[in-house]
């Protein structure tokens, strides 16, 4: 009995004990597993991109509207009754050049251009008769004196008068066939009907306006450069391709080109003002979308080259310095030189190399030589592609 005893003590401590070492071993266990938790990379994860120069054609943008290269206020230049009028001649219609817009009766312009032809029959009539005198008169004063032959005896007034008779005749013939073509009144150009002024059985003088039209074969949009965009402009503007684009739910977007400079600086806002020609902005040869007469455009167009800048968004410049990664993988701050503002964009002409990286996402206290953990370096969001 007593020898039972002794064994189950001895079992009680062996199980004690083992506990015991169980547990420390378990202690020890956790603390290693805080302990390897605690060493971790504190390092602050970025997006970088190799940095690439380029050669950049700047941009040039400015506003404007959109106006006719030429108004007319069309006139009679006969008077008469009006007859007829062209359907399309009235506000808002398109008429072609030559086509004719209205009718002025026609019988007394008629009648005056056959008066013509026959007086232009009698004069050349009279020129046939007295050269022929004239020829008489010179074979007779064959057989005469020198001194007995004049230029009277020969006739030469008489044909010089009769010659004045048929050009006179032959003026007044054109006048007339002049007069009867103007009784109808034809478009200048292609053309939009501003206003109408005439209708069928009003009378019109000479003079009288009829109309108002607008060219519509070349539209013009006059736009000012600001100073700041005067030294990107090219050489040579004189027919530099331009864009031309209405803003809206639905834009129209037309090629133009630069036809001259103004030649003068505005007084008020110090700026230089370019005009821009569209050839047919009604559509009316070519079928596209009219671009009508008093939008507000945008235009662009090309300016000269930038050579070997970098073109890089405009929130990765601060106080004129960006973050770069170093070939040990710490940050560097760099100050660069901005030559131009580009839409969302920067253009750094110097403080940057090829092949230097960029940082596109920095950490919460970025500091210089901060190393951090690179976690893509193919992303191109921040930096545009070659041009």
């Known amino acids: 009995m007593r020898t039972n005893n002794i064994w189950l003590k001895l079992l009680v401590t062996v ?5 015991g070492i169980g547990g420390m071993m378990a202690i020890g266990s956790s603390g290693s597993e805080e302990t390897e938790e605690e060493i971790q990379d504190t390092r602050p994860t970025v997006r970088i991109q190799p940095l690439n120069a380029l050669d950049y054609t700047v941009t040039i943008e400015s506003y404007g509207e959109v106006r006719p290269l030429e108004s007319t206020n069309l006139s009679a230049q006969v008077a008469g009754e009006v007859v007829s009028w062209n359907p399309n001649f009235v506000p808002g219609g398109i008429v072609k050049r030559g086509e004719v817009l209205f009718s002025i ?9 056959l008066q013509a032809e026959a007086q232009l029959s009698q004069a050349q009539a009279l020129l046939i008769e007295e050269q022929a005198r004239a020829d008489v008169a010179k074979r007779e004063a064959s057989s005469l004196p020198n001194q007995q032959v004049s230029d009277l005896y020969l006739r030469k007034p008489q044909v010089m008068s009769a010659q004045a008779s048929v050009k006179s005749a032959q003026a007044q013939l054109r006048i007339a066939q002049r007069d009867l073509d103007n009784t109808q009144v034809k478009a200048p ?13 009003q009378f019109v003088n000479v003079g009288m306006n009829t109309a108002m039209l607008h060219n519509i074969e070349t539209a013009e949009v006059v736009f000012p450069i600001a100073g700041f965009d005067t030294e990107y402009l090219p050489e040579v503007i004189a027919g530099k391709p331009a864009q031309v684009i209405t803003r809206g739910r639905r834009p129209v977007s037309r090629t133009g080109y630069v036809a001259r400079d103004l030649g003068v600086v505005d007084e008020a806002t110090r700026m230089s003002n370019l005009v821009i020609r569209i050839d047919d902005p009604y559509g009316v040869n070519s079928g596209e979308q009219a671009l009508k007469f008093g939008n507000y455009v945008e235009v662009s167009f090309a300016g ?13 410049v601060n106080k004129s310095a960006v973050w770069l990664l170093d070939e040990n993988g710490q940050m ?30 920095l950490p919460e206290y970025p500091q210089t030589g901060m190393e951090v953990i690179v976690i893509d370096e193919n992303t191109t969001d921040a930096l545009a592609p070659s041009e």
């Open 304 to 316: 000269i080259v930038l050579e070997d800048v970098f073109r890089i968004k405009q929130d990765l």
């Open 332 to 361: 560097q701050k760099r100050q660069v030189n901005v030559v131009r503002e580009q839409g969302d964009y920067f253009l750094i002409d110097a403080g940057l190399h090829s092949g230097e990286r960029i940082v596109l996402t």
């Open 189 to 201: 150009y292609d053309a939009l009907v501003v206003s109408r002024e005439i209708g069928v059985g």
């Open 15 to 19: 199980v004690i004990l083992g506990a």
């Open 105 to 113: 009766e026609r019988d007394a312009y008629e009648s005056a251009l």
